[in-house]
């Protein structure tokens, strides 16, 4: 089972792009890439999902190098209200979905 | 669209008493987790349902956690009896097939408080 590892936390200002990394060293041929979100009380929200290059919607873009031992998410412009846990996992087809710790964004004014 | 509906939000019980969470996933999603998360902590699976089968439950305390999907669609958790270290949340989520891609729906989750 592919592990991750993401930094604990950060911080960041209102307006700034924020990119978190996911290193997962051990990630498998059908491996997805997905980042989750959540909010204190909520249960987790999909933000973007990927297996290689590059992958953007309307709130992320997902970048993933060629050999995909790490991803990094990218959040443009960020809002106090992005202040949140941000979880990346790997896994294929939700079969053995792990969640880590994740990352805590703070979004300072 | 409904989300992904459980119930009840919040529950107090003392220790050894038994608690039912109910989770009613969205329609159409044949995939159903249920997670349990402690403070500061990511979710941890604890089973996960294709239809009305349990196809992973690897995770589940089985001495004392049983949890149910009759008909492929409601699903009930149940931990008896209850011990201080069950205090968590308990978090239900759907999904459409658990294919190669796919995306998982939460729910808001039941806050336990065993004490």
């Known amino acids: 089972l592919a592990k991750t590892t993401q930094p604990i936390s950060m911080d960041s200002y209102e307006g700034q792009e924020v990119n978190i990394t996911c290193s997962h060293n051990n990630i498998a041929t059908n491996d997805y890439i997905t980042w989750y979100q959540q909010f204190p009380s909520q249960g987790p929200r999909f933000i973007i999902q990927?297996?290689?290059t590059k992958v953007t919607n309307e709130v992320a873009s997902l970048f993933i190098p060629a050999d995909r031992k790490s991803s990094t998410l990218s959040l443009p412009r960020v809002s106090l209200s992005d202040t949140a846990v941000y979880y990346c996992?790997?896994?294929?087809?939700?079969?053995?979905?792990?969640f880590g710790a994740g990352t805590r964004l703070f979004v300072k004014a | 669209e409904a989300g992904v509906v459980q119930s009840p939000r919040y529950k107090i019980i003392e220790k050894k008493q038994p608690v039912a969470f109910w989770c009613n996933p969205i329609?159409?999603?044949?995939?159903l987790y249920w997670y349990r998360q402690n403070l500061g902590q990511g979710p941890e699976l604890l089973i996960r349902y294709e239809n009305e089968e349990a196809v992973d439950d690897s995770q589940l305390p089985k001495d004392r956690f049983s949890a149910e999907r009759l008909k492929g669609v409601d699903s009930t958790l149940k931990i008896q009896p209850a011990e201080l270290g069950d205090s968590a949340v308990y978090l239900c989520?759907?999904?459409?097939?658990?294919?190669?891609?796919?995306?998982?729906?939460f729910g808001p989750g039941t806050r336990l408080t065993v004490t």
């Open positions: 329609s159409g999603h044949n995939t």
């Open positions: 989520a759907s999904s459409f097939a658990a294919g190669l891609t796919y995306e998982q729906y």
């Open positions: 990927g297996y290689k």
């Open positions: 996992l790997v896994d294929t087809g939700g079969f053995k979905t792990i």
